[in-house]
Structure formats: C-alpha cells, structure tokens
C-alpha cells in the first residue's frame, strides 16, 4: 500500500508536532504508492476518496492509494478550495470544485 510523506501531519502523539494549517493550493505532496512515488500540487488533485480506512488520491492519470483516513487528511486541507461530498455509492470524499 502506499503512503503520504510527512507534508500531512505523521501520526504521533506530540501535538506541537503537528501542523493545523490548512496547505496552500500550490502546496507539494509526496505521495507514495508501492514502490511508485510523485511529488503532486494539491491544486492538481481532483478528488480524495475512502476506501475502508485508505485513502485513494486522484490526480493526472494516476490514482495511488495510501494509508491515511480522509479524516485525518482533511483537517490540513483548505476548506475554500477542498469539498466533503457523498457520490451516489455513498462513499465519502474531498472533491477540488476544479475538476
């Protein structure tokens, strides 16, 4: 499975560790996926979507998974640029109003 670099808050217990500022649009995010890897803006993402307790990004033409809660990413995205909606499958994702 994949995993996000330390752009996204990493998952320990010190809180003066961890960032609460939303990340810019043209912020860069290391997304790593296997053995596969892409330094990606968010402004280029389309779209943040669960599955089970990963996370799948889309952006390009790819669409790595990683294993982080869209709860945990959502709280370092920028809420006038990011969106929480519910497809008709019911699956829960972050959506860029761009794409």
């Not at 803006?41 to 599955?51: C, G, M, S, T």
């Not at 640029?81 to 972050?94: A, E, L, V």
């Amino acid at each position: 499975m994949g995993k996000l670099a330390s752009t996204w808050p990493a998952d320990t217990s010190d809180s003066k560790n961890k960032s609460t500022q939303p990340l810019a649009s043209d912020s860069q995010v290391f997304v790593k996926d296997g053995d596969r890897c892409w330094f990606v803006k968010l402004i280029d993402i389309r779209l943040f979507e669960v599955e089970g307790s990963y996370t799948r990004i889309h952006f390009s033409d790819q669409k790595p998974m990683i294993p982080k809660s869209l709860n945990q990413l959502e709280s370092r995205l920028d809420p006038s640029i990011f969106f929480r909606g519910k497809p008709p499958t019911n699956r829960q994702s972050q959506r860029h109003p761009r794409h």
